[in-house]
């Protein structure tokens, strides 16, 4: 391992959503900001490309929890969802689905 601090963070965010219920880790209080989770995962896939591909799997299962979560009314990734219950407060918008798509470039961009 080339790096024991960004395997040991790079660990903590891959358990932090093995142990959430919901793709979108709590960003504020009962609040998820989706755009910060795919930061996260583009740190995740950054690591798999500089070291081994040991969070591929954590990728891949966290990108189809994605793909059956999208707005419902416009299948977009939506701005803000409710952190327990995955619902959407806000639907997308131009802020947050442009960081996300930026960094979902990174993280699989066949998505």
């Known amino acids: 391992m080339k790096n024991i601090r960004s395997y040991l963070s790079s660990k903590a965010i891959a358990d932090a959503i093995d142990l959430s219920k919901?793709?979108?880790?709590?960003s504020y209080s009962g609040k998820a900001w989706?755009?910060?989770?795919?930061?996260?995962?583009?740190?995740?896939?950054n690591y798999d490309k500089l070291d081994t591909s040991r969070f591929q799997s954590d990728i891949?299962?966290?990108?189809?929890?994605?793909?059956?979560?999208l707005?419902?009314?416009?299948?977009?990734?939506?701005?803000?969802?409710?952190?327990?219950?995955?619902?959407?407060?806000?639907?997308?918008?131009g802020?947050?689905?442009g960081l996300?798509?930026?960094m979902l470039r990174e993280i699989d961009p066949a998505f």
Not at 22 to 26: D, F, G, R, T
């Open 22 to 26: 919901n793709p979108y880790l709590e």
């Open 100 to 102: 996300s798509l930026l």
């Open 71 to 93: 707005d419902p009314q416009t299948q977009l990734i939506p701005h803000k969802v409710n952190s327990e219950t995955n619902a959407v407060i806000e639907g997308p918008r």
């Open 60 to 69: 891949q299962s966290w990108l189809r929890e994605v793909q059956k979560k």
């Open 95 to 97: 802020s947050s689905v």
């Open 34 to 45: 989706l755009a910060d989770m795919f930061v996260a995962m583009a740190s995740l896939r």
